[in-house]
């Protein structure tokens, strides 16, 4: 993987497990997106202000597709999101995000490939679903640290 022409979606996991240094490189600010809801899960991060020309915003198409996501998911189920337990809150989102960016990128001739970065195997699991591709915490931060050395 080249890492030319692909989207990276942030989970709030993969955020806080790649630290402030790989954040700051130029490849992570480059390529990756962060949804609206995970950067208010971020919101004591020390550098949250550099992250933010890097938020994906919720809009009508993300709702779009998080709807149906969402109607994937049994009744029931708390894998993905257990309000209740304030867990997850972001996570069909991040997947919701991806799908709308390769949606709106695939009218363009030569598209980014979306990807899905995350620990979570509830967020992989529903991304892979949906025919996204997924990527580690850690695979990310290889592929950071391989395209950021030197620069």
Known sequence: MSGFGQRFVIDTNALSQLGRQRRAGKFF????????EVMHEASGFPD???LRDNVHPTTPRVLHWLSQ???TVPSGH???VD???NRGNADPLVVACALEGQERDN???LSPEWVV???DEAVRDKAQEFGLTVLSNSEFAVLIDGNDVGG
């Open 29 to 36: 600010l480059e390529n990756a997106v962060i949804p609206e």
């Open 48 to 50: 949250i202000a550099t």
């Open 69 to 71: 996501i969402m109607a």
């Open 78 to 80: 708390t894998r993905l």
């Open 83 to 85: 309000l209740y337990a």
């Open 107 to 109: 009218q363009l001739l």
């Open 117 to 119: 970065v995350t620990a």
